[in-house]
């Protein structure tokens, strides 16, 4: 029978959330963020906690709200970007970051969220990512506190393959364009990036989606309500509240 995973409230779709805990979120800079869902988690107060996303928001906005408050502990991600705040904790040894390549990432995650515990692959072959030596931790002046490990290497056909292991969270934070009460999922264009993938990793997947339909045509749909605990509706309001990354207008 299928279940109904609509909740009323973002405190709903938030319950069991703990201090520690691991997320997968969704969305590439702003666009596709999880916005209401990330300013709920902010509200419950929960610290120490750790993120895999493309990268932790802008200095102010998405995730950056958490890193900015020092709720978080770690972060895996493919890159800092612009988020000033962000390279500041990490090179002053206030969090543990782990980067690795951005197709890497996605298929961590998709790994992960298919029952793959690892896969080879040639992205980052014959450099710190595969040799180990990339800094995790800094101490406060700058030397290198916690460093990779090295990974295995292994030879197919001729060509070398670093092992990377598949990614599993114990929450998954993702917005849709919309979604049905089972959790099936559609998302719009460029806000598809890193959604799917997110929602896939964790063991509690919430979804905030702009329109709640009574029915999707199954060909449309993006990612499957089996990977869905929670769905929540967003008001107007909070669906047309889209941040705008590096914004460019004529004169």
């Not at 993938?197 to 309500?225: C, S």
Request: hydrophobic share 40%.
């Amino acid at each position: 029978m299928r279940r109904d995973k609509v909740v009323a409230t973002a405190a709903e779709a938030l319950a069991g959330v703990h201090d520690g805990a691991s997320f997968a979120v969704g969305g590439f800079g702003l666009s596709g963020i999880p916005n209401v869902l990330i300013q709920a988690l902010y509200d419950t107060g929960v610290t120490g906690i750790g993120v895999v996303s493309n990268n932790c928001g802008v200095d102010g906005g998405g995730l950056g709200i958490l890193l900015t408050a020092g709720r978080i502990a770690r972060v895996t991600a493919s890159y800092i970007g612009d988020n000033k705040e962000f390279a500041r904790q990490y090179l002053n040894g206030d969090i543990e970051v782990e980067l690795t390549p951005q197709g890497s990432l996605a298929e961590r995650l998709r790994a992960g969220g298919s029952g793959v515990p690892a896969f080879y692959t040639p992205a980052g072959v014959g450099t710190p990512v595969a040799d180990g030596g990339l800094p995790l931790r800094h101490h406060p002046d700058g030397t290198v506190a916690v460093a990779s490990p090295p990974k295995e290497v292994r030879e197919f056909d001729g060509r070398e393959y670093v092992l990377e292991r598949g990614i599993r969270t114990d929450f998954a934070l993702v917005r849709a364009a919309k979604g049905d009460r089972f959790g099936n999922l559609v998302f719009h264009r460029s806000a598809r990036n890193f959604n799917p993938l997110a929602a896939m990793a964790g063991r509690v997947t919430v979804a905030e989606v702009e329109e709640l339909t009574e029915h999707i045509d199954p060909d449309e749909v993006h990612l499957p309500g089996v990977f869905v605990r929670r769905v929540l509706p967003l008001t107007p309001e909070q669906a047309a509240d889209k941040g705008i990354e590096k914004r460019t207008v004529t004169e």
